[in-house]
T-cell receptor, first 112, second 112 residues
Framework: GEDVEQSLFLSVREGDSSVINCTYT??????LYWYKQEPGAGLQLLTYIFSNMDMKQDQRLTVLLNKKDKHLSLRIADTQTGDSAIYFC????????????FGAGTRLAVHP | KAGVTQTPRYLIKTRGQQVTLSCSPI?????VSWYQQTPGQGLQFLFE???????NKGNFPGRFSGRQFSNSRSEMNVSTLELGDSALYLC???????????FGQGTRLTVV
């Protein structure tokens, strides 16, 4: 079945690195995504990784993909208070087209 | 370039009523997907439209329906509202395949 799992909460100190983990079930997923949601807002696409890649770096963000273990992680370097939000991992759902299956979201709290 | 626009932002309805939510995608985007976000169930896919055709549908009762117009704007309708329909309804637009899906701010529906 379709299932994406994430830990629910992460607390880090400002300036430290944050690592948010996700496991997914569909080994045929072509892309895997990270979205960010701030309070009262919609979802913002942060980054995505193609399934034939192991790593993707985009400024402070690093995505690591372990296809064997179906494990995806998002590392945020030099975490700032503005990074406090809920982070969602997502994979394409069955039936094709534009259906995404989201994890429950990881709430990142950044403290001084 | 304008983003995805959802109207209204907030809505309060009474049980048994029906409601229509609107989504205007980014110019040039022909795919619109709808999601329901609740604290208990998280983000769940409702349906996806492309060029006025529904291509994919999630596991929601028939009270949830949608349509897409020739200008790619989409509406979703919920009939015979139940308390459990209270949620944030998000729409996402993309050119076609879900390499990049951009979300609106959402419509927060409260059923009383």
């Amino acid at each position: 079945g379709e299932d994406v799992e994430q830990s629910l909460f992460l607390s880090v100190r400002e300036g430290d690195s944050s690592v948010i983990n996700c496991t997914y079930t569909d080994s045929s997923s072509t892309y895997l995504y990270w979205y960010k949601q701030e309070p009262g807002a919609g979802l913002q696409l942060l980054t995505y990784i193609f399934s034939n890649m192991d790593m993707k770096q985009d400024q402070r963000l690093t995505v690591l993909l372990n296809k064997k273990d179906k494990h995806l992680s998002l590392r945020i370097a030099d975490t700032q208070t503005g990074d406090s939000a809920i982070y969602f991992c997502a994979e394409p759902g069955s039936g094709g087209y534009n259906k995404l299956i989201f994890g429950a979201g990881t709430r990142l709290a950044v403290h001084p | 370039k304008a983003g995805v626009t959802q109207t209204p932002r907030y809505l309060i309805k009474t049980r048994g009523q029906q409601v229509t939510l609107s989504c205007s995608p980014i110019s040039g985007h022909r795919s619109v997907s709808w999601y329901q976000q609740t604290p208990g169930q998280g983000l769940q896919f409702l349906f996806e439209y492309f060029s006025e055709t529904q291509r994919n549908k999630g596991n929601f009762p028939g009270r949830f329906s949608g349509r897409q117009f020739s200008n790619s704007r989409s509406e979703m309708n919920v009939s015979t509202l139940e308390l459990g329909d209270s949620a944030l309804y998000l729409c996402a637009s993309s050119i076609d395949r879900v390499t990049e899906a951009f979300f609106g701010q959402g419509t927060r529906l409260t059923v009383v």
